[in-house]
Each structure stands twice: as structure tokens, then as C-alpha cells.
């Protein structure tokens, strides 16, 4: 599979746009209030050369600076100042606002998503069933082969694997496969690192997917999407879903519907889950 280095769908990415933004933010405020230092003061301009005033017309010159100075200069200062502050204000207010706005998902481990089968918890006493996932017999018109394994002799995806008939031939039309956290720690290990779509983007970027489309992961939660190999002559159709604890992959054989895979997809996943 392939790493990104840098996953937009994470929680720490999220985190670096809302710390980017705020930044962002308190430099313009910032500069906005540096550029309007000498408008805001605006104070009024006295000329050294005036003759001062007699002692009359000092006093009511005193009383119309109390109102705002002599010329109203130093009113219209005081409100440029708060017209800069409200610009300033406004500025970070909008800065923080789009910095909250920005949500990541959790690691897959921690995404408090799963099979009902491990969120399940008992009643004081009672013992919980281990959760068993093995490959159902029949799904819809596809019923499992027994005998030699197709993949033989060849290098295997993690977990278990299970083949369809589907047309009665005996040759597979269908690959149903399963990781899951009780039997590899290495998955537990990156979903721990990992956010769900991370995870998706990584098994069809390394097959090579085209098309790939979300769907509704059903009850079970997760996140579920399908894609066809572009490589494969009969646009064979793949369907992949995750969650905290699981990791699945259904491969048709030939070419078919992105919806109609992911309908048959949630079927398989269902139909495997057991509590033992």
C-alpha cells in the first residue's frame, strides 16, 4: 500500500489549518492597525506661530477640547479608533470562526466506529462472546468453494480469503476477504496511525482503481467505497470497507454496477460477522 506522507483527512492536518488560519488572522489584524496609526490619530494641526489666546477665549477653547477639541479633530480621532478596532475585531473574529470550522477525523482505532458484534458490552456477570468472522456459505446467488485454494503458490492481501461461484462452473466469481485486528497486530498497529480514508485511499491507489465512489457503509458503520480496475481488460469491480476493527475487500470477477457491488458488499460483510 502507499503511505501519504501528509493525510488531509487527519486530525493533526486539521489542526495545522486552524493554527495556519489564526496566523493568518492576527497578522492582518495586525497589519491593519499598523497602516492606520496616523488616520486614527488624526490630531489636529496647531501652528507654532499663533498668537495665544486672551484668557476669555482660552477657557472656552479648553471646554470645546473636553467636547472633542476646538475644530471636533480629536472626535473624529476617537472614532477612527474604534472603526480600526471594529475592522481589527472583525478580522480575528472571522480568522477563529474558519479556524473552529476546520474538523479532522481520528485515527481509525479511535474512530468510534466497528461491527455491533465488539461494541456490544455485557450486563454486570454476564460473559461476552468473542466476535467471529468466517466466510458465509451462501450470499444471494454466489455459494462458496471448498477444495483448492486459487491463490496458491501466490502472494496473499493480510487476513483471510474465501471464493464464490456464482454461474455453477466452479471457477471463482468472486473473492471475499477479511483483516481483522484479533488475528494481525500489524493492522491494529496502523489503525492506529491511520484515519478510515486514509486507509480507502491507500488499497485502491495501490490497485490502481479508477471511478472510486463512496457509498453508505450501512449499520455496521465505517466507511465503505468501490472503484473499477482500470488494468483489467473486464473493468473488474472492487469494493473495499473499514472500520476500527476491520479492514474487507470484495473482488468480482467481471465488470458491473459501483452500486450493486457495494449492496453485495454489505451483504458479505454481515453475513460474516458472528458472535461465537
Given at each position: 500500500?502507499?503511505t501519504?506522507a501528509?493525510?488531509p483527512s487527519?486530525?493533526?492536518?486539521?489542526?495545522?489549518?486552524?493554527?495556519?488560519t489564526?496566523?493568518v488572522?492576527v497578522m492582518?489584524?495586525?497589519l491593519?492597525?499598523r497602516l492606520?496609526r496616523?488616520?486614527r490619530?488624526g490630531?489636529?494641526?496647531v501652528?507654532?506661530?499663533a498668537?495665544?489666546?486672551?484668557?476669555?477665549e482660552?477657557a472656552v477653547?479648553d471646554a470645546r477640547t473636553?467636547?472633542?477639541?476646538?475644530d471636533?479633530?480629536?472626535?473624529r480621532a476617537r472614532?477612527?479608533q474604534?472603526?480600526?478596532?471594529?475592522?481589527v475585531?472583525?478580522?480575528?473574529a472571522?480568522?477563529?470562526?474558519?479556524?473552529?470550522?476546520?474538523?479532522?477525523?481520528?485515527?481509525?482505532a479511535r474512530?468510534?466506529?466497528?461491527?455491533r458484534a465488539?461494541q456490544?458490552t455485557?450486563?454486570?456477570?454476564e460473559t461476552?462472546?468473542?466476535r467471529a468472522i468466517?466466510?458465509p456459505?451462501q450470499?444471494g446467488?454466489y455459494?462458496?468453494?471448498?477444495?483448492?485454494?486459487p491463490l496458491?503458490g501466490r502472494?496473499?492481501?493480510?487476513g483471510?480469503?474465501?471464493f464464490?461461484?456464482?454461474d455453477g462452473?466452479?471457477?471463482?466469481?468472486?473473492?471475499?476477504?477479511?483483516d481483522a485486528?484479533?488475528?494481525?497486530p500489524?493492522?491494529g498497529?496502523?489503525?492506529?496511525?491511520?484515519t478510515?480514508?486514509?486507509e480507502?485511499?491507500d488499497?485502491?491507489?495501490?490497485a490502481?482503481?479508477?471511478d472510486?465512489t463512496?457509498f453508505d457503509?450501512?449499520?455496521?458503520?465505517?466507511?465503505l467505497?468501490?472503484?473499477?480496475l482500470?488494468?483489467?481488460?473486464?473493468?473488474?469491480t472492487?469494493?473495499?470497507?473499514?472500520?476500527?476493527q476491520?479492514?474487507?475487500?470484495v473482488l468480482?470477477?467481471g465488470?458491473g454496477?459501483?452500486a450493486?457491488a457495494?449492496?453485495t458488499t454489505?451483504?458479505?460483510?454481515?453475513?460474516a460477522e458472528?458472535?461465537?
Amino acid at each position: 500500500m502507499i503511505t501519504l506522507a501528509v493525510d488531509p483527512s487527519s486530525e493533526a492536518f486539521a489542526q495545522g489549518q486552524a493554527i495556519g488560519t489564526l496566523l493568518v488572522a492576527v497578522m492582518a489584524a495586525a497589519l491593519v492597525w499598523r497602516l492606520t496609526r496616523s488616520w486614527r490619530r488624526g490630531a489636529p494641526h496647531v501652528s507654532a506661530a499663533a498668537a495665544p489666546l486672551p484668557l476669555a477665549e482660552a477657557a472656552v477653547a479648553d471646554a470645546r477640547t473636553v467636547d472633542g477639541g476646538a475644530d471636533g479633530s480629536w472626535a473624529r480621532a476617537r472614532r477612527r479608533q474604534w472603526i480600526a478596532l471594529g475592522a481589527v475585531a472583525a478580522i480575528v473574529a472571522v480568522g477563529v470562526t474558519k479556524a473552529l470550522s476546520y474538523e479532522g477525523q481520528p485515527p481509525a482505532a479511535r474512530s468510534g466506529t466497528g461491527s455491533r458484534a465488539v461494541q456490544v458490552t455485557a450486563e454486570p456477570g454476564e460473559t461476552v462472546p468473542a466476535r467471529a468472522i468466517e466466510g458465509p456459505a451462501q450470499v444471494g446467488g454466489y455459494r462458496i468453494l471448498a477444495g483448492a485454494d486459487p491463490l496458491k503458490g501466490r502472494k496473499k492481501p493480510p487476513g483471510r480469503q474465501w471464493f464464490y461461484d456464482r454461474d455453477g462452473d466452479g471457477a471463482p466469481d468472486l473473492m471475499f476477504g477479511v483483516d481483522a485486528v484479533e488475528w494481525d497486530p500489524s493492522l491494529g498497529a496502523q489503525k492506529q496511525g491511520r484515519t478510515l480514508d486514509q486507509e480507502l485511499r491507500d488499497f485502491f491507489a495501490g490497485a490502481k482503481a479508477q471511478d472510486v465512489t463512496p457509498f453508505d457503509a450501512g449499520p455496521w458503520g465505517g466507511k465503505l467505497s468501490c472503484g473499477f480496475l482500470g488494468a483489467s481488460a473486464q473493468r473488474q469491480t472492487v469494493c473495499a470497507w473499514t472500520d476500527a476493527q476491520t479492514f474487507g475487500s470484495v473482488l468480482f470477477a467481471g465488470d458491473g454496477d459501483l452500486a450493486e457491488a457495494a449492496r453485495t458488499t454489505l451483504a458479505f460483510r454481515t453475513a460474516a460477522e458472528k458472535r461465537g
